[in-house]
T-cell receptor, first 114, second 114 residues
């Protein structure tokens, strides 16, 4: 079975550019999560969706960050404009809504903003 | 305040020796407990989970964990470590009162020496 698929795996871009990260959750999962991982702050939940609806975006650091989930099989995390401090590994995870169902993680996008 | 604590930042263990990683949590509600492993450049992989029932749970790769309610702990163990177990390990907790969002510990890095 295909797991959570993220693209691109690596992204290097210059400060000020728009960055779009993509995620395809596991088929049938109805919750989707975006995380950011850095050495300093560890794993941070940025936003999550239930049934394609954003539920909690309190972890989104700034208005420069936005996320969408237009359908059950696709989500994007966009940073515009990007800054060097946005450099991190961004993970997408999906799960079934029920609380005892674990989240399954993609392999992440390693983002470097120069 | 809800929190997950992994007291050990880094553990070095010899191949073939036993391993125990500690995890303590502070939650008022009945928690759902998870252990994830992250190899370099990879996403988080679920090792095991505890929801209810037998407090000793078996996971993949020969790992097990024991839930001790009285100690608010969920320690991870492996009787004999292999070189491939070198990775970072994360304990995570979810509760219904927190809408089943995962709260992660800071992680424990395991180094395996020959």
């Amino acid at each position: 079975d295909a797991g959570v698929i993220q693209s691109p795996r690596h992204e290097v871009t210059e400060m000020g550019q728009e960055v779009t990260l993509r995620c395809k959750p596991i088929s049938g999962h109805n919750s989707l999560f975006w995380y950011r991982q850095t050495m300093m702050r560890g794993l941070e939940l940025l936003i999550y969706f239930n049934n394609n609806v954003p539920i909690d975006d309190s972890g989104m650091p700034e208005d420069r960050f936005s996320a969408k989930m237009p359908n059950a099989s696709f989500s994007t995390l966009k940073i515009q404009p990007s800054e060097p401090r946005d450099s991190a590994v961004y993970f997408c995870a999906s799960s079934l809504r029920e609380g005892n169902q674990p989240q399954h993680f993609g392999d992440g996008t390693r983002l470097s903003i120069l | 305040a809800q929190s997950v604590t992994q007291p050990d930042i880094h553990i070095t263990v010899s191949e073939g020796a036993s391993l125990e990683l500690r995890c303590n949590y502070s939650y008022g509600a009945t928690p759902y407990l998870f252990w994830y492993v992250q190899s370099p450049g990879q996403g988080l992989q679920l090792l095991l989970k505890y929801f209810s029932g037998d407090t000793l749970v078996q996971g993949i790769k020969g790992f097990e964990a024991e839930f001790k309610r009285s100690q608010s702990s969920f320690n991870l163990r492996k009787p004999s470590v292999h070189w491939s177990d070198a990775a970072e390990y994360f304990c995570a907790v979810a509760t219904a009162t927190n809408d089943y969002k995962l709260s992660f510990g800071a992680g424990t890095t395991v180094t395996v020496r020959a």
